[in-house]
């Protein structure tokens, strides 16, 4: 299961740079949050950049995935997958498509629908 570090990675980049606007706004720690079957609902938040709520959407929703698969619980992690998944949508297509691929590959390995 370490290709769900390779998905998140690139996350990890950006949520670093974007930090200091995306706790402030959202109120939720990527940290204290990310658990399995605990769900993103932060997607828009009035004044805060909508690339920024994404991406840490997009990162809460790995993590959670990764807890997911960590305490076996397979159709939870598909689920936080999907709505990874249905949030790439919202970002540049070359970095969607890549990350597409890279959730859609986890997904196979764990045979979710």
């Known amino acids: 299961m370490s290709r769900g570090v390779l998905t998140i990675a690139p996350l990890a980049v950006v949520l670093t740079w974007l930090a200091p606007a995306v706790p402030a706004a959202s109120g939720q720690s990527l940290s204290q949050t990310a658990k399995c079957g605990v769900f993103y609902d932060k997607w828009e938040v009035p004044g805060a950049p909508a690339g920024a709520l994404v991406m ?43 990350m597409s691929a890279d959730l859609g590959e986890r997904k196979r390995e764990l045979g979710c629908k």
């Open 56 to 98: 840490a959407g997009l990162g809460h929703e790995a993590l959670a995935a990764n807890d997911c698969v960590a305490q076996n619980k397979p159709e939870a992690a598909c689920e936080h997958y999907s709505r990874a998944e249905r949030a790439l949508a919202k970002i540049a297509q070359p970095l969607a498509t890549q």
